[in-house]
Each structure stands twice: as C-alpha cells, then as structure tokens.
C-alpha cells in the first residue's frame, strides 16, 4: 500500500513540477521568438496548466484504464466549480466580469452537454456501448478551435502585460525538456499508483479518477486561484478555473477520443450531470448579484463584443454552498461503493 502511495503522490509531483518547468520554458522562448504576452498566456501557459491532465488521461487511455481517463476529466471540472471556485469564493466574494458571465461560463455549459449527447450513444444510436470515439473527438477538437478564435480575438483588444521572464535559449529547451520527461514520467507513476490502491483498498477506477487523480490535476488551477484572488484580480481567478473546464472537455476529451476511443460508463454520464448542474449553479448565482440584471446579461450575452467591465459577483455564502456540496457529491460516491 505504501509504495503504491508514494508512486500515487510521487506521480502528482512530478505533473506539477513537469507543467511549471514545461510554461517557464516554453513562455521564455515564444518571448524571445517575439510572441506577444497576451498570445503566449492564452496559448501556452493555458495549455501548459492543462497538461497534467492531458498526460495522466493519454497514459490511461493507452493502458485501457477508460474509467481513469474519463473520470479524470469530468473529476477536474467538478472540483474546478465546486471545491476551487468555492474555496476561493469564501476567501473573499468574487467580482466577475461580464463576459465572463455572459460568454465564458456559458461555453462550459456548451461544452459539458455537448460531452453528455456525443457520448450517449445507446439512447441516441441504438449502440451496446456508449463511447466517446474518433468522430466525436474531431467534433470536440472543432469546438475547441473555435474556442481559440475567439479568445485570441477578443485578447488583441486589450493591452499587452508583459511579466514572462526571458531565460537563456539553452535554459528555456532544457526546462521544456525536463517538462516533457516530468509529465511523461508522472502521468505513468499517477495511473500506476491510482490502480494499485483502488486494487488494494477495492475502490472502482472511477473513484479514484474523481477524486485524487482529479483534484491532485486541479492542484495548478487551485494555487494560481487562490493566489489571484488575494491579490484582488477576481478576474483571473474565474477565467482560470472556467477556461481550465473547457480546454479539458474540447481539447483533452478530444484528443484523447481521437487517438483511441474512450468507453463512458452509465456513471460517468451521472457525473457529467453533475458538471452540468454545478456550471448552471454557478451561472445562478453569479446573476443573482448582477447589478443591471437579467436584461444586462442577454443584451451582452447576443452582443458582438464582449463587455469588460465587472456586473456580476459569488458571494461568501454561495462559495459555502458550493462546498458543501462537493463534500456531499464525495460523500454519495463514498456510499455508492
């Protein structure tokens, strides 16, 4: 038991280290390539964050460990809303933009039920299985590309901050190496140590996933969260963890489905409701404290622009709900076993 702990925790050290050296690296030399900052935040850091998942999801998707790779994910973006938002929530209530509202949490929306129609394939196509195959992670990847479009459209409008620290070149391909070997090296140790336990203690793959591969992944999400919020950039803050939610359902879900396709389990449908249902709270309550409204929301929600400025708020009260309810979603889970 110990050494599969140790393999369990080793594993999640090493994505960590492995994403931090992968977006110094990478962010140092798209700056010195004259990438602008903005571009590069968007673009590699927000990639490089997502990265522990993408890794621990190709490594048990290839090691036929379904459950691991699809609870990983849907895990992530229930911890993300739930436990992250709600932690930093009752820190201190968070102002959130209007396009965050009006656009991005919306999107994620989008995105979790698109994930639940694509992979329910019984009901809608009469299968034996419900999978999440190689059309439907080009569907995803076509989504996820369309994503980029418009955030890189709407970022060229604002100013360029430029905080990317330039290293060496030979500094900046040695930190993206040792990135690559470290997220390469802790996705095997994750899933290896993850099945090892659920093997001794006889907790289902999907537990695991959900839980300590999901929030151990959310690790990056959680610290440059918290972080944000107590330096009062509420907006940084929420725009990670909802960004983060859809990069891993567009990009990793469809990327993983189109290397190899994955089984979804008739659980895993339950915990993309879930998802959907925390995404739709959290959408809730941030128009509950808008200060212009539900006419406000729909005027920006169909506008062609996105409006900047801060209409919206999660209150102390409401992070503590969504706490609790992490807590009882963990508890139904420990009670299903």
């Known amino acids: 038991m110990l050494a599969a702990i140790v393999t369990l925790f080793g594993g999640l050290l090493l994505l960590y280290k492995g994403a931090d050296w992968l977006v110094g690296g990478s962010s140092s030399l798209a700056r010195r390539l004259g990438i602008k900052p903005i571009v590069i935040g968007l673009t ?54 209007t396009d965050t509202v009006s656009r991005q949490i919306p999107l994620a929306l989008l995105a979790s039920a698109l994930v639940l129609v694509l992979a329910n394939d019984r009901l809608l196509v009469g299968r034996a299985l419900d999978r999440l195959d190689h059309i439907d992670g080009i569907i995803l990847l076509a989504f996820f590309a369309a994503f980029l479009y418009y955030v890189v459209t709407i970022a060229a409008r604002e100013p360029d901050k430029d905080g990317i620290d330039k290293k060496a070149v030979g500094i900046s391909l040695g930190l993206l190496a040792l990135g690559l070997l470290g997220l390469s090296l802790g996705g095997k140790l994750t899933v290896d140590g993850a099945v090892g336990i659920a093997q001794l203690l006889g907790l289902s793959e999907r537990f695991i ?114 706490i609790s309810l992490y807590a009882a979603y963990l508890a139904m889970l420990l009670a299903s076993m």
């Open 44 to 97: 590699v850091v927000a990639f490089g964050t997502s990265a522990p998942e993408l890794f621990v999801n190709l490594t048990a998707s290839f090691a036929g460990k379904a459950d691991i790779a699809v609870s990983n994910i849907i895990g992530s973006n229930i911890a993300n809303i739930l436990l992250i938002l709600g932690v930093v929530a009752a820190i201190r209530p968070l102002r959130l933009r």
């Open 209 to 322: 996933g959900l839980t300590i591969i999901a929030i151990g992944t959310s690790l990056p999400e959680l610290l440059t969260s918290v972080v944000a919020v107590i330096k009062r950039h509420d907006d940084i803050a929420v725009g990670n963890i909802v960004g983060s939610n859809i990069f891993n359902i567009f990009w990793i879900l469809g990327l993983s489905a189109t290397i190899r396709p994955l089984p979804v389990s008739q659980s895993n449908l339950f915990d993309i409701l879930v998802v959907i249902g925390a995404t739709v709270l959290l959408l809730v309550f941030s128009l509950m404290n808008g200060k212009r409204g539900l006419t406000h929301w729909f005027k920006v929600f169909f506008a062609r622009q996105a409006s900047p400025e801060e209409g919206f708020a999660v209150r102390r009260w409401q992070g503590a709900v969504l």
